[in-house]
């Protein structure tokens, strides 16, 4: 999976829905997956960067693209983008029993790549 951390709006119209499918902002978690095999993360990270500069425009394009192993969601399969969010600004998280697997939280606390 694909953390992206990004400062952009959603924005309208057809780049909007592509944009809205492959990001949610302020986190956004997108899969990394690879058709010809591995790649390396900085030729996905381009990539990524890629598409979302030709689907919707440069300020679209996150500032900072994190692979993680697992995201957070709620034992109805929704990711939690809050929760995530608590985490990394060292706010506590709340309700972590509806989450289905609170483990992968733990990933997000004092992330050298988040810090500012």
């Given amino acids: 999976m694909v953390l992206s ?4 709006s959603a924005g309208s119209g057809a780049a909007g829905g592509f944009f809205r499918r492959m990001m949610m902002s302020p986190f956004s978690f997108t899969s990394g997956r690879s058709y010809c095999g591995i790649v390396s993360m ?3 990270k381009a990539r990524i960067r ?3 500069r030709q689907n919707c425009s440069s300020h679209h394009v996150p500032k900072k693209i994190i692979a993680v192993s697992d995201i957070p969601r709620t034992i ?3 990711i939690t983008e809050l929760a995530v969010a608590n985490v990394v600004h060292g706010r506590p998280v709340k309700n972590v029993d509806a989450l289905a697997n609170p483990e992968a939280l733990e990933y997000f606390r004092n992330l050298d790549e988040l810090a500012h």
Avoid: D, N, P, R
């Fill in 5 to 8: 951390i990004s400062g952009g």
């Fill in 42 to 44: 900085k030729t996905l």
């Fill in 50 to 52: 890629q598409l979302i």
């Fill in 76 to 78: 109805s399969g929704k």
